[in-house]
């Protein structure tokens, strides 16, 4: 029986290193949903797969096997299948995500709320879950390493408040031990890696971590940049614009991560200047973003999103309820 697991659309690090983990552990074939070229965008992805000795001609990404020829499908960090891979949901048989739970199949669910997916395929490892009879051991020192950075990318190296929980620091300690590494050391590494702007085109950027939804009749993108906006090379006004044309966006979502020192700022944007703009922003504002204005970048309205502990995965949710009005 042929049973392919599948990232979710934006391949973060979480999403990709769930997928790996679970497929290597299960003798599956890991699938990521992006064109090959664009693995290149994911920096901090591509250094931590080296790091753990992946070979990336192993993967299967999209455009290099047909979905719909395997028996099984399993979802990792995501429940809802986008519109092109909806045929597959009568062969989703398994989901493990720390999302909301959108998910109406009859399949097998892990979903747990909690600061990463791979701590939910962490503990699935670490208590021996694999299901096939040729499945190599469950948990090796460069898979518990691969699940272990991108709990501190998705966590803050185990520091965000919300939504780390006390799971991602347990599965965390455990990981770290199999893998003989420390917490800190790593996340800075992948951090430097994920916030350098320097090497990409805006355009780029702005594919490097990019979510799609679609509700109440509107298609919004979520794009999210590890960098100050205004620190974004080239005209980032222009280069947003030309990206949701392309796309048929009717919104666009910008939001931003970065440090200063020691601190952890964020930013949001929203595209393009309409009155749902104001109504967005004060529906966040009522579920607790705390966004101020900042100030303009070219034609885009910057806000300071003062609760640094939302990240896309509670924005987006929100955002969804304005669409749906």
Same mark, same amino acid.
């Given at each position: 029986?042929?049973?392919?697991?599948?990232?979710?659309? &934006?391949?973060?690090?979480?999403?990709?290193?769930?997928?790996?983990?679970?497929?290597?552990?299960?003798?599956?074939?890991?699938?990521?949903?992006?064109?090959?070229?664009?693995?290149?965008?994911?920096?901090?992805?591509?250094?931590?797969?080296?790091?753990?000795?992946?070979?990336?001609?192993?993967?299967?990404?999209?455009?290099?096997?047909?979905?719909?020829?395997?028996?099984?499908?399993?979802?990792?960090?995501?429940?809802?299948?986008?519109?092109?891979?909806?045929?597959? =949901?009568?062969?989703?048989?398994?989901?493990?995500?720390?999302?909301?739970?959108?998910?109406?199949? =009859?399949?097998?669910?892990?979903?747990?709320?909690?600061?990463?997916?791979? /701590?939910?395929?962490?503990?699935?490892?670490?208590?021996?879950?694999?299901?096939? &009879?040729?499945?190599?051991?469950?948990?090796?020192?460069?898979?518990?390493?691969?699940?272990?950075?991108?709990?501190?990318?998705?966590?803050?190296?185990?520091?965000?408040? !919300?939504?780390?929980?006390?799971?991602?620091?347990?599965?965390? &300690?455990?990981?770290?031990?199999?893998?003989?590494?420390?917490?800190?050391?790593? *996340?800075?590494?992948?951090?430097?890696?994920?916030?350098?702007?320097?090497?990409?085109?805006?355009?780029?950027?702005?594919?490097?971590?990019?979510?799609?939804?679609?509700?109440?009749?509107?298609?919004?993108?979520?794009?999210?940049?590890?960098?100050?906006?205004?620190?974004?090379?080239?005209?980032?006004?222009?280069?947003?614009?030309?990206?949701?044309?392309?796309?048929?966006?009717? !919104?666009?979502?910008? $939001?931003? =991560? *970065?440090?200063?020192?020691?601190?952890?700022?964020?930013?949001?944007?929203? $595209?393009?200047?309409?009155?749902?703009?104001?109504?967005?922003?004060?529906?966040?504002?009522?579920?607790?973003?705390?966004?101020?204005?900042?100030? $303009?970048?070219? /034609?885009?309205?910057?806000?300071?999103?003062?609760?640094?502990?939302?990240?896309?995965?509670?924005?987006?949710?929100?955002?969804?309820?304005?669409?749906?009005?």
């Amino acid at each position: 029986m042929k049973r392919l697991v599948m990232c979710n659309q &934006a391949a973060d690090l979480d999403s990709i290193a769930c997928c790996i983990a679970l497929a290597v552990s299960r003798d599956d074939t890991p699938f990521i949903p992006i064109p090959r070229e664009e693995l290149r965008l994911r920096s901090e992805a591509v250094w931590l797969l080296e790091q753990c000795g992946v070979d990336t001609t192993e993967l299967r990404f999209l455009g290099e096997l047909n979905p719909e020829r395997f028996d099984q499908v399993v979802l990792v960090d995501h429940n809802l299948l986008s519109p092109e891979f909806s045929a597959l =949901a009568p062969k989703v048989t398994e989901i493990i995500d720390h999302h909301k739970d959108e998910c109406k199949l =009859a399949a097998a669910k892990t979903i747990a709320p909690c600061g990463s997916c791979a /701590s939910l395929v962490g503990q699935l490892l670490l208590e021996g879950g694999n299901t096939a &009879a040729s499945a190599q051991p469950a948990l090796s020192k460069n898979i518990a390493k691969l699940l272990l950075g991108a709990i501190l990318i998705d966590t803050r190296c185990l520091a965000q408040r !919300h939504p780390t929980t006390e799971l991602d620091r347990r599965v965390a &300690a455990q990981l770290a031990q199999v893998a003989g590494c420390g917490d800190r050391a790593l *996340y800075d590494e992948l951090w430097k890696r994920k916030s350098d702007l320097s090497v990409f085109t805006p355009e780029e950027l702005l594919r490097k971590d990019y979510k799609e939804i679609t509700a109440g009749g509107l298609k919004v993108g979520f794009c999210a940049i590890y960098g100050a906006l205004e620190r974004v090379p080239g005209n980032l006004a222009r280069s947003a614009a030309d990206f949701a044309r392309q796309r048929q966006l009717d !919104h666009l979502v910008l $939001m931003s =991560a *970065y440090y200063e020192g020691e601190k952890l700022c964020k930013e949001l944007a929203l $595209m393009p200047d309409c009155s749902w703009n104001q109504e967005t922003i004060a529906y966040l504002n009522s579920k607790g973003a705390q966004l101020e204005r900042k100030g $303009m970048l070219d /034609s885009i309205q910057l806000y300071q999103q003062k609760n640094t502990d939302y990240s896309r995965k509670q924005i987006l949710p929100f955002i969804k309820d304005v669409c749906t009005k």
